[in-house]
């Protein structure tokens, strides 16, 4: 059995790997790609409870990932790129900017936007870091 699970939650996606392995589970997780929107906002159901103006806010989360992937492809410091590209949105709380090796190396942030938390990740595959 072959279960899909989503990259997007790319922490709790390791979680559950982690289990399947330290069960010795008979299961192969096949990680998949975060869906985004055609604004290139991450899918999720908290979208939702963002206004049209915080999502128009919410767009600097994807922009910030996607220029810290680009600086680390460089072989710059995604973190410090993305978090100075979150920090320059006013609307918008940086909770914490981080590389992790989840499924491959990847860059994640999470923000709050009014009353909305999101997450995000890109993958950091073949950048210089």
Not at 9 to 31: F, G, M, N, S
Not at 49 to 59: D, H, M, T, V
Not at 68 to 89: I, K, Q, W, Y
Request: no cysteine; net charge neutral; charged share 30%.
């Amino acid at each position: 059995m072959s279960p899909y699970f989503g990259a997007k939650d790319a922490q709790q996606l390791a979680v559950i790997e982690r289990i399947v392995r330290d069960l010795d589970l008979e299961l192969e997780i096949r990680a998949v790609e975060i869906a985004r929107d055609e604004d290139g906002l991450a899918l999720s159901s908290r979208n939702a409870y963002l206004s049209p103006a915080e999502r128009r806010i919410a767009l600097a989360l994807p922009k910030a990932l996607a220029l810290g992937a680009e600086d680390a492809r460089d072989g710059g410091d995604p973190v410090a790129t993305a978090r100075r590209a979150l920090d320059e949105e006013p609307g918008l709380r940086t909770q914490y900017v981080a590389t992790r090796d989840y499924v491959g190396p990847r860059l994640l942030a999470a923000v709050q936007v009014g009353k909305t938390r999101l997450i995000d990740n890109v993958s950091l595959k073949g950048s210089k870091r």
